[in-house]
């Protein structure tokens, strides 16, 4: 008989440039989703500072990824359960001023509090690219966890089925997806045409992603007002 797991897809509203408070609260809703028997927590993407790059102290804040992905590890470690912490977005400074990178970044994070893999976001949304680095031409790669092979892709990575064939083929069964999508992405036009057309969007791909990768697939959207999707699990039987 197949494994049963349950996984906690965390709908946090992050407030703009607070990761402190988003934190805070994460960390409540993983101790109480540890309470209640599950496996595994998944929060969104930019659920520590939001999405605002052009404040002044973006980057000042992204520059401490590294200190809430270590107060993760041992989130998950203290209440023994596997953690994606959304994305965390990571400044690298390089010898240059133009070497330096903001980065969007998933990570698995084990019951024990070790990191067992991590996935830069490949495909970047057009408001993102003046700021991000995209992991290009990498390959995805599932990552061996206690709930079996699985892929970590990041929003916009949605739209592209390859990603999702390239990870099946080799032996993911579950793709998890922090995402930041609002019923605002559509543009002016589309939204006169269907105010829900993102949501629209989003319902029928994910549905067709599992469909035709016969796989769960875990959606976690950032909560609030004007988000295109309810967090999400959509699964297939192969």
Not at 93 to 103: F, H, M, P, S, T
């Amino acid at each position: 008989m197949a494994p049963v797991y349950k996984i906690a897809v965390i709908q946090l509203h992050p407030k703009p440039m607070q990761p402190e408070a988003n934190f805070s609260k994460a960390a409540a809703f993983i101790a109480r989703a540890s309470l209640r028997g599950a496996h595994l927590a998944v929060l969104p993407e930019y659920h520590l500072t939001n999405w605002v790059p052009a404040d002044p102290n973006f980057v000042g804040l992204c520059a401490q990824w590294e200190t809430y992905l270590r107060r993760y590890q041992a989130l998950a470690k203290e209440h023994n359960i596997c953690i994606v912490p959304g994305t965390i977005v990571e400044w690298h400074q390089g010898a240059r001023k133009e070497e330096d990178k903001l980065i969007n970044v998933a990570h698995f994070i084990d019951n024990k509090g070790d990191i067992l893999g991590s996935y830069q976001k490949k495909n970047l949304w057009h408001p993102e690219r003046p700021h991000l680095t995209s992991s290009t031409s990498a390959p995805h790669t599932p990552i061996p966890t206690p709930l079996g092979p699985v892929g970590l892709l990041i929003c916009w990575d949605l739209a592209f089925p390859e990603a999702f064939r390239e990870l099946i083929a080799h032996g993911a069964r579950l793709i998890i997806i922090p995402t930041f999508w609002t019923l605002s992405d559509c543009s002016a036009y589309g939204l006169a045409l269907n105010p829900r057309a993102e949501a629209l969007f989003l319902e029928s791909v994910l549905t067709a992603r599992a469909f035709e990768n016969t796989c769960a697939v875990v959606f976690a959207n950032a909560g609030g007002r004007g988000r295109a999707g309810r967090g999400v699990m959509r699964g297939c039987r192969g």
